[in-house]
C-alpha cells in the first residue's frame, strides 16, 4: 500500500522550531519528487517547499525562505521539513505529497500533486 505519513507538528511559541517528517511506505522516494504545503482556516493550500529527486534541488515559498530546510534521508525513506524562527502566521496544517515525478513542479502548486499524505497540525501561539 502506497501511503505518506507526516509527524512532528504541535504546539510551538513564536521564534520556536519543529521538525516535520514525511515517511513514504510502499515505495521510494529517491525517485519522486516530494512537496510540504500547509493550509490554515479558511485560505487555500499552498505550497510551502519542494524537494526533486532528480539533482536534489529545492523550492520555498517566499514566505518561508531562510527559516524552513527541506532535507531527505534516504535510509529513512523519509522527507523532513525543518521549521525554525516560527511565527504565528505559518499555524496551519502541514501535508506532504508526491506528483510521481522526477522534477518539482513550477511554482509547486497543490493542483499538481496527486497523492497526500493526511496532515500534521502546527500551532504557533505564546
Known amino acids: 500500500q502506497v501511503q505518506l505519513v507526516e509527524s512532528g507538528g504541535g504546539l510551538v511559541q513564536p521564534g520556536g522550531s519543529l521538525r516535520l517528517s514525511c515517511t513514504a511506505s510502499g515505495f521510494r522516494l529517491d525517485f519522486y519528487a516530494i512537496g510540504w504545503f500547509r493550509q490554515a482556516p479558511g485560505k487555500e493550500r499552498e505550497g510551502v517547499s519542494c524537494?526533486?529527486?532528480?539533482?536534489?534541488?529545492?523550492y520555498y515559498a517566499d514566505s518561508v525562505k531562510g527559516r524552513f530546510t527541506i532535507s531527505r534521508d534516504y535510509d529513512e525513506n523519509t522527507v523532513y521539513l525543518q521549521m525554525n524562527s516560527l511565527k504565528s502566521e505559518d499555524t496551519a496544517v502541514y501535508y506532504c505529497?508526491?506528483?510521481?515525478?522526477?522534477?518539482?513542479?513550477?511554482?509547486?502548486?497543490?493542483?499538481?500533486?496527486?497523492?497526500w499524505g493526511q496532515g500534521t497540525q502546527v500551532t504557533v501561539s505564546s
Open positions: 505529497a508526491t506528483d510521481w515525478g522526477e522534477w518539482c513542479p513550477e511554482g509547486t502548486l497543490a493542483a499538481d500533486f496527486s497523492s
Open positions: 524537494f526533486s529527486s532528480k539533482d536534489g534541488s529545492t
